[in-house]
């Protein structure tokens, strides 16, 4: 498998032909649908990827999917994967999100404002659409943190 298709591979959901629906975890991942993260934990051969990804099938989500494993303790490392994830579809919002979330996260808010107008523009000029209310939302606060920060602190404003 070649790297690229191989790094790609983290950012795609399997697709699982044949998995029979587990309607009680699908509605106790329901439940949590509106929150920004939903981890799952559990032992290697448990069943998570097959949960997840038949579940994100059966509700047709807009989702952005991770596969984390062990070099994923740098945040850098996160950032270079959802960029690439962003070369790969420019029209998964999730990507540019997790990309804010990113800068936000390494204390880069210049960075992480910036991603939103790119946001905006590929949405504008591939289908005709604003970013959504997550996104807009996403954007206030880091506009915001950084209003909130010391003089001195973090990224210059303006």
């Known amino acids: 498998m070649s790297t690229e298709h191989?790094?790609?591979?983290?950012?795609?959901?399997?697709?699982?032909?044949?998995?029979?629906?587990r309607v009680r975890q699908f509605a106790q991942l329901d439940d949590h649908r509106s929150r920004p993260?939903?981890?799952?934990e559990g032992p290697p051969g448990a069943g998570k990827t097959t949960l997840v990804s038949s579940w994100l099938e059966s509700r047709i989500a807009a989702t952005l999917w991770y596969q984390v494993?062990?070099?994923?303790?740098?945040?850098?490392?996160?950032?270079?994967?959802?960029?690439?994830?962003?070369?790969?579809?420019?029209?998964?919002?999730?990507?540019h999100q997790g990309l804010m979330r990113c800068y936000?996260?390494?204390e880069r808010p210049t960075e992480a404002v910036?991603?939103?107008p790119r946001l905006r523009h590929t949405l504008s000029v591939v289908l005709g659409v604003a970013p959504s209310a997550e996104s807009e939302?996403?954007?206030?606060?880091?506009l915001a943190s950084m209003v909130d920060?010391?003089?001195?602190?973090?990224?210059?404003?303006?």
Request: net charge negative; proline share 10%; glycine share 10%.
């Open 137 to 142: 939302r996403l954007h206030r606060k880091i």
């Open 104 to 106: 936000q996260t390494l």
């Open 69 to 95: 494993d062990a070099g994923d303790s740098d945040p850098a490392s996160v950032f270079d994967y959802l960029s690439k994830g962003l070369g790969a579809d420019p029209i998964v919002e999730a990507f």
């Open 114 to 116: 910036a991603a939103y």
């Open 37 to 40: 993260l939903i981890r799952i």
């Open 6 to 21: 191989s790094e790609l591979a983290k950012l795609s959901v399997p697709r699982l032909p044949g998995v029979v629906p």
């Open 149 to 158: 920060q010391p003089e001195g602190s973090g990224d210059p404003v303006g």
